[in-house]
C-alpha cells in the first residue's frame, strides 16, 4: 500500500489484516456457501424429504462437504500468502514465525474463537464424514447413481432373497482397509463411466470379490448348513397345450450336524475339514479340466478330464467356496424359458393361451437392439398371434415385465452372458466336475456322478403322477425326446430357450 515503515506491533494503525485478500474472500463465499447448501440439504435428509433422490446424498455428503473443505483451504491459503506479502510491504523480508504470546489479551481472543470453530468444525465433520461413509456403502449409492451400468444388477437384486442385504455386504466385506480399496476400485470406475469405457456386459465373475468366508459366511456359516431341500421346479412344454411337467426333487444339500443331519451331501465342499481347488480354461469359470481336493489327514487327489495331461500354472487355481456354485445369489436374470414356466406357474399367463409358452420364450430369446425395439416387438407379436383371445392383455403385460426386469440391451445384459451354476439344465453347473470324465491317477472318478447322489426325484410328471411320492425315488423321465445312451449333456440341449425339435 503506502511506503510508511509501520511497526507491527502499533495498534494504533488501521491494521492490514492478512484475512483482507481477494482469495480469502473467494473461500469464504465458497465454503460459507457450500456450508449453508450442506446444511440445507442435511435437513432435507434428516426430514426425509429427499429420501427418493440418489443424487440428493452425493450432493450432500460428496459434493458440498468437498467445495467446503475447498473454500476453507483457500481461507488459510489466501490468508498465508498475505501475511508473506504484507511483511514484505513492510520490508521486513520474509515473515517472522508466529509468534502466540497467551499474555496478550488479543492472542487469547484469537485463540478461544479459533478452538471454538475448530471444534464445531469438527462436530461438522464427524456427522458429515460419517453420513458421507454411510451413504457411499447404502445400496441407493450403489446401485443408482450408475443407473445405466448398474441398473440390471439393482433390478434383479430386488427381485431376489437378499434384496434387504447391503450390496457392500457381499462386494466389499469388512474393515478400513477392503473400504478404502472399494473406493479407489470406485475411481476407476467412476472414470469408465464418465469416459464410457466400461464393459458392457460388466464382466462377472469379478476376480477381485471378497473370499466368501468373509463375506457369505458372516451370515450362513458352514457349520449351520441347512441339510436336506424339497424343491419343485415347475415346468410347461413347449406344445400347444403347455403342458405341466414338473419335477419333484430332494436335494442332499447335508448338513453339518444333529439338527440339520450328518455332514456331506453337496455342502460337503465347503466344509474346515477339506479343500477342493480347481483350474479353469475359460474366463467364465464354465471349463474345469483340473481338480485337487486335500482332505484332513492331507492327502491329496487330483482330478483330472479326459485329455488333459498338464499341471495347471498355481496362480489360476482357485479354492472352491460358496461363490463357485451360488454365483448368482443375489443378480439372476431368469432365462425366457424360467420366467414363462414361473408366470404361467403363477397363473400370471393364462395357460390355456394355445402354445403361449413357445411363442412368448421365442418373443423373449430374439436380440433387440434397445428396450424399446424389445417392447414394440414382443407386445406386437402376442396381440398378432392372439387377438381377441381372453387373458391377452394380461400375458401381454406379464412378459413385458418378465422383458423390462431380467433383459438390458442397453447394457447387454440377460441370463445368457451369466451362466448360472447351481444345477446342470441350461449350463454345465455341477457336470463340470460331476461328468463322470474327470478321473483321479488311480483311475476313479470325481464321486456323485449318478443321478440320485446329490438329488432323488420324489415325483415327476403332472397330476396324478405328480401326485405319487417314492420315498426312495425314482429315475427321471425325460419328456417327449429319450435321451438316454445319447451321451450329452442337459445344457448340450437345453439352453433356456426352445428347443430346435
Ligand atoms: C448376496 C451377495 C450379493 C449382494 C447383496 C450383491 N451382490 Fe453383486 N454380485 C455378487 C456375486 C457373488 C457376484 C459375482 C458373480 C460371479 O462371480 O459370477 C456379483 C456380481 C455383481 C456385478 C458384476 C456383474 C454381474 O452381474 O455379475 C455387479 C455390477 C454387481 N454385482 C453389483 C451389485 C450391486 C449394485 C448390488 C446392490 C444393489 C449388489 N451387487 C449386491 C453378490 C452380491
Ligand atoms: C448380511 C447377511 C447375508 C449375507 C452377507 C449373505 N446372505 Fe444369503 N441370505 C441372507 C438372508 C437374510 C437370506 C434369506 C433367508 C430366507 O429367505 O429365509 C439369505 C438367503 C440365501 C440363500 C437362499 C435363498 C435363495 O436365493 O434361494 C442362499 C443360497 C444364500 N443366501 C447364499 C448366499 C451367498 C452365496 C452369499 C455370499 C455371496 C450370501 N448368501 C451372503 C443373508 C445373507
Ligand atoms: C457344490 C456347490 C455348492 C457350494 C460350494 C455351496 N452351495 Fe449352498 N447350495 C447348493 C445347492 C445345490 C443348494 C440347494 C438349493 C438350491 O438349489 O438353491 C444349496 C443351498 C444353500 C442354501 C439354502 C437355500 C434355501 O433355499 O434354503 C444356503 C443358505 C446356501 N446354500 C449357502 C451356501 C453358502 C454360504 C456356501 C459357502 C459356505 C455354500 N452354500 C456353498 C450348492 C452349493
Ligand atoms: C470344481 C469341481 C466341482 C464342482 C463344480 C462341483 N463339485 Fe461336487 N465334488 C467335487 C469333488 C472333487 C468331490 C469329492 C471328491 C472326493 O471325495 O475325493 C465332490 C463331491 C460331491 C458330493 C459328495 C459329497 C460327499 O458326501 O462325500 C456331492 C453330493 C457333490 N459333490 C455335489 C455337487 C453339486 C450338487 C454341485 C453343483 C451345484 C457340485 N458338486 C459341483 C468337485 C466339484
Ligand atoms: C453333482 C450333483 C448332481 C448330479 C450328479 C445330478 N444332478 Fe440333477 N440337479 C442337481 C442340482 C443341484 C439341481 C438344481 C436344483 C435347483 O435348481 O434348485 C438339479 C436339477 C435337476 C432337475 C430339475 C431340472 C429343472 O430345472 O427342471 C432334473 C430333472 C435333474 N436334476 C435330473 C438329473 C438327472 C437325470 C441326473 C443324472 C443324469 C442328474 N440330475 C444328476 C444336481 C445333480
Ligand atoms: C437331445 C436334447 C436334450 C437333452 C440331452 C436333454 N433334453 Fe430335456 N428336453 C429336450 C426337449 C426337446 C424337451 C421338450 C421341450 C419342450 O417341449 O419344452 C425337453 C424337456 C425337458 C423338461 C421339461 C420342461 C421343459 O423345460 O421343457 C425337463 C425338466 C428336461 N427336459 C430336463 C432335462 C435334463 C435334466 C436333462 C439332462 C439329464 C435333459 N433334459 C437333457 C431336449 C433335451
Redesign the pocket.
Known amino acids: 500500500m503506502t511506503g510508511q515503515t509501520p511497526s507491527p506491533d502499533s495498534a494504533g494503525q488501521a491494521r492490514q489484516s492478512i484475512w483482507r485478500n481477494w482469495y480469502s474472500l473467494a473461500g469464504a463465499i465458497i465454503a460459507s456457501g457450500s456450508l449453508f447448501a450442506f446444511l440445507f440439504l442435511f435437513t432435507l435428509d434428516m426430514t426425509g424429504s429427499g429420501k427418493s433422490n440418489p443424487y440428493m446424498g452425493i450432493l450432500c455428503y460428496v459434493v458440498a462437504p468437498f467445495f467446503l473443505a475447498c473454500g476453507l483451504a483457500l481461507v488459510i491459503g489466501g490468508a498465508v500468502r498475505r501475511r508473506h506479502e504484507l511483511a514484505i510491504l513492510r520490508g521486513l523480508g520474509a515473515p517472522q514465525p508466529l509468534a502466540i504470546d497467551l499474555s496478550r489479551e488479543r492472542d487469547r481472543r484469537i485463540l478461544g474463537v479459533f478452538g471454538g470453530l475448530t471444534m464445531v468444525y469438527l462436530l461438522l465433520t464427524a456427522v458429515g464424514s460419517y453420513q458421507t461413509y454411510e451413504y457411499t456403502e447404502s445400496d441407493t449409492f450403489c446401485g443408482m447413481v450408475c443407473h445405466t451400468v448398474m441398473g440390471p444388477e439393482l433390478t434383479a437384486y430386488h427381485r431376489f432373497a437378499h434384496a434387504r442385504v447391503a450390496c457392500v455386504d457381499c462386494h466389499v466385506g469388512e474393515g478400513a482397509a477392503s473400504y478404502i480399496n472399494a473406493k479407489i476400485n470406485g475411481v476407476r470406475q467412476l472414470y469408465a463411466i464418465t469416459f464410457n469405457t466400461f464393459s458392457r456386459p460388466i464382466p462377472a465373475p469379478i476376480h477381485n470379490l471378497r473370499p466368501a468366508r468373509e463375506t457369505c459366511e458372516h451370515c450362513h456359516w458352514p457349520e449351520k448348513h441347512t441339510g436336506n431341500l424339497e424343491r419343485t421346479l415347475n415346468r410347461y412344454l413347449a406344445d400347444d397345450a403347455n403342458t405341466p411337467y414338473s419335477v419333484r426333487l430332494l ?2 444339500v ?1 448338513g453339518s450336524g444333529s439338527e440339520h443331519g450328518r455332514p ?3 455342502h ?2 465347503t466344509s474346515r475339514d ?1 479343500k ?1 481347488e ?1 483350474y479353469a480354461t475359460d474366463d467364465k469359470r464354465q471349463t ?1 479340466p483340473w ?1 485337487r ?1 486335500t ?1 484332513k489327514s492331507g492327502a491329496v ?1 487330483v ?1 483330472r478330464k479326459k485329455g488333459y495331461k498338464d499341471n495347471p500354472d498355481p496362480r489360476l487355481v482357485r479354492q ?1 467356496d460358496c461363490i ?2 451360488h454365483n448368482r445369489p443375489a443378480h439372476r436374470y431368469n432365462s425366457p424359458d424360467d420366467a414363462m414356466d414361473e408366470a404361467i406357474y403363477l397363473g400370471r399367463v393364462d395357460r390355456a393361451l394355445p402354445a403361449v409358452k413357445r411363442t412368448a420364450v421365442d418373443l423373449l430369446a430374439q436380440p433387440y437392439a434397445t428396450r424399446a425395439e424389445g417392447e414394440a416387438r414382443i407386445s406386437d407379436g402376442l396381440r398378432k398371434k392372439y387377438a381377441g383371445a381372453k387373458g391377452v392383455d394380461g400375458a401381454v403385460a406379464e412378459v413385458l415385465d418378465i422383458y423390462r426386469n431380467n433383459f438390458f440391451p442397453e447394457m447387454k445384459v440377460d441370463w445368457s452372458k451369466y451362466p448360472e ?4 439344465l441350461d449350463s454345465p ?2 457336470f ?3 461328468d463322470g470324465d ?1 478321473k ?1 491317477e488311480s483311475g476313479g472318478p ?3 456322478t449318478a443321478c440320485d ?2 438329488h432323488v426325484i420324489l415325483a415327476q410328471g403332472s397330476g396324478a403322477d405328480l401326485a405319487k411320492l417314492a420315498p426312495n425315488g425314482v429315475a427321471f423321465k425325460h419328456p417327449s425326446t429319450d435321451i438316454d445312451g445319447l451321451g450329452l449333456s442337459c445344457s448340450d440341449c437345453h439352453n433356456g430357450k426352445n428347443q430346435e425339435n
Do not use: E, F, Q
Request: some cysteine; aromatic content about 8%; charged content about 10%.
Open positions: 436335494l442332499k447335508g456331506g451331501g453337496i460337503w465342499h477339506t477342493v480347481y474345469i481338480v481336493v482332505d487327489t482330478y472352491m463357485d456354485c451354476n447351481i444345477g446342470h453347473g455341477c463340470r466336475c460331476h474327470h483321479s470325481v464321486p456323485a447322489s446329490c
